[in-house]
């Protein structure tokens, strides 16, 4: 079915429509929450409260074509309130110690060691460029998404990213090829 149609059935008040919007993008929605909370309960935790906030505000989404950036961006919110309520900080601002042992766990979410290296290369990020790398190349979200959930307008978003993405090249070395780079494309 179409996510429209889909939509508008759980405006109506179709509890089975919203759940199979949800379920369609279940994994990306887990990783998305894991990516924030750390660990499988929290993340579970954020999708329930996710899912209640969705039945109770659907009917105030304009778009039905963006129920997903709409959903994802409620569940990013989600997470950030659990993590205030639990009065420590965001993983994402962390050094991540909890967060880079669970990535050896039995997680099937989290099961390669380049992501383990990814996570400790990203680890040296500031918080803000770190979110916004994971949140476009993990989460593959676009960029007014990110601005969306993040507060942010969408040139400091682009500009996180570009600069989050330098300073990854610098430190594997990497930036031998942005000479190579700019000069066959003439930047």
């Not at 919203?18 to 750390?38: C, E, F, K, P, V």
């Not at 500031?126 to 007014?144: F, G, K, M, S």
């Amino acid at each position: 079915m179409k996510v429209s149609h889909l939509v508008r059935q759980a405006q109506k008040g179709n509890k089975e429509a919203l759940l199979q919007l949800i379920m369609a993008d279940q994994n990306a929605y887990y990783r998305l929450a894991y990516t924030y909370m750390g660990n499988e309960h929290d993340a579970m935790d954020a999708m329930e409260d996710m899912i209640v906030t969705l039945y109770e505000k659907i009917d105030q989404l304009q778009n039905d074509e963006a129920f997903y950036s709409w959903s994802k961006t409620i569940l990013v919110n989600r997470c950030k309130t659990l993590l205030r309520k639990q009065e420590r900080l965001l993983p994402l601002e962390e050094e991540r110690e909890s967060s880079l042992a669970a990535l050896t766990d039995d997680n099937p979410y989290r099961d390669t060691e380049s992501e383990l290296d990814m996570q400790v290369l990203l680890s040296h990020l500031n918080a803000q460029q770190r979110e916004a790398i994971e949140l476009r190349y993990v989460h593959d979200l676009p960029y007014q998404t990110i601005a969306d959930m993040t507060g942010a307008p969408l040139g400091t978003i682009k500009s996180r990213i570009s600069q989050g993405i330098h300073k990854l090249k610098v430190m594997i070395g990497g930036d031998r090829y942005e000479h190579d780079r700019g000069e066959a494309t003439g930047v």
